[in-house]
Structure formats: C-alpha cells, structure tokens
C-alpha cells in the first residue's frame, strides 16, 4: 500500500523563527513525485514545493524547502523566517508515475505561526 | 493566477433535492480531473476520477449513482450529488492535472451544506 504519515497533527511557531514539517512515505515505486500542499483558512489548497524523486537536490521556493531523503522514504518541508501568513494546514503528499495522477496525502500538520 | 474555478462557492439545499458544482480549468485543457471531498481537519479523500468524453472512475465506497459526475468538455466537469442528505454535507474541492500527469491545481472549493 501507498501512504503518506504526517506525525505531527499540529505545529506552533514564533514569528520570524523557523520549523521543520515532518513527512515520511511508503511506495514500492522508484519514480514519482513529491509535494507539500498549503490550505489556510479559506481552504484554497496552494501547492507549496514539488519535488522529483530522481532529482538529489532538495527544492526550494524562497523561504520554503525540504529536505528529502530517498533512502529513508523522508520527505520535510523547512520554512525559514515564519510569517503569519504561513498559518495554514500543510499536507505532504505524492504521485507515483504512470498512475494516472493520482495524489497520495498525509493527514497534515496544521501549523499556528504566533506573533 | 487562479487556473481552477468552482461554482458555487457555497450552497445550502433542502434534503432530497439535487446540487450541482462546477469546476473548470481556466488556463488548461484537461483530460483529467479529480474531485475530492473534506470533512473539517481532515485530509482531502478522493472521490473519483473524471475523465473527459468517457466515465468518471470512482473511488472504492463512493456511491456513483449518487455523486454524478460529467466531463463534458476539456474545460468542465460537474459534481452532482444527487438526493442530498445532511450527511453529504461536507467541502468538495476538484482539481486537475498539469500536462505531465506530475501535479495537480485545486479549485477553491465548494461548501455544501444540507437542511
């Protein structure tokens, strides 16, 4: 089976510190797709960083980055310099390739950036 | 930008009447998109696979008869839940896939809520 744990259900953080979103994964696949989604509270869901599996480098998207670890199936998202706008639901997920497209979610961690 | 749109964006109907939501992919012909369903601090639950000209796939469990889906064009695909019950209230979220099949977009969303 395919699955997604988040082991951390919720997150507190300082404003302008910075907090590390846990995400570990199962597949038997050696190709897909890795993501961290945002849904803040209007619950539009924002995709945050992808990253490939074949690809070592980490990605990163200004503030925003991971740390994936292919070998240990591990997969989390750093935000550096946390804004109250980062207050938010954030959920690891991926796809396999040639599935259709089909995205596979963890439950999320909701995370409160406090001033 | 916004590359998905849902209509409405809320909804409030009487039990046993039927609700349509919209979702149209604005910059994008998608062959495929996807619906999902979230209850309240939950992760997002898959609800089918909507495939424009052929049937929708759905997930184990979701009843077909009674989430209808139609793919009728490269831009739209139409939630309907038919014979609504309180339980179906719930936040319905579509998205489609990018070019790849590698990532998916989300609408932002429609709130159902039954009487």
């Known amino acids: 089976a395919q699955t997604v744990t988040q082991s951390q259900p919720e997150m507190s953080v300082q404003e302008a510190e910075t907090v590390t979103l846990s995400c570990t994964y199962d597949?038997?696949?050696?190709?897909?797709?890795l993501f961290w989604y945002k849904q803040p509270p209007s619950r539009q869901m924002i995709l945050v960083i992808r990253?490939?599996?074949?690809?070592?480098q980490n990605a990163t998207e200004n503030r925003f980055s991971v740390n994936f670890q292919k070998a240990a199936k591990s997969f989390s998202l750093k935000i550096s310099d946390s804004q109250l706008g980062d207050t938010a639901m954030y959920f690891c997920?991926?796809?396999?390739?040639?599935?259709?497209?089909?995205?596979?979610f963890g439950q999320g961690t909701e995370l409160s950036v406090k001033p | 930008g916004a590359v998905v749109s849902q209509h409405p964006s809320r909804v409030i109907c009487k039990s046993g009447t039927s609700v349509k939501i919209e979702c149209r992919s604005l910059?994008?012909?998608?062959?495929?998109m996807f619906w999902y369903r979230q209850f309240p601090k939950q992760s997002l639950m898959l609800m089918a696979t909507?495939?424009?000209?052929?049937?929708?796939?759905?997930e184990q469990g979701v009843e077909k008869d009674k989430f209808l889906i139609n793919h009728a064009s490269l831009t739209l695909s139409t939630l309907t839940v038919t014979s609504a019950h309180p339980e179906d209230s719930s936040f319905y979220i579509c998205?489609?896939?990018?070019?790849?099949?590698?990532?998916?977009?989300f609408g932002p969303g429609t709130r159902l809520t039954v009487l």
């Open positions: 997920a991926f796809i396999p390739y040639n599935q259709g497209g089909k995205l596979i």
């Open positions: 597949t038997s696949e050696s190709n897909y797709y």
């Open positions: 909507s495939n424009e000209g052929s049937k929708a796939t759905y």
């Open positions: 990253q490939e599996a074949y690809k070592q």
């Open positions: 910059d994008f012909q998608a062959t495929t």
């Open positions: 998205s489609r896939l990018a070019g790849g099949a590698d990532t998916q977009y």
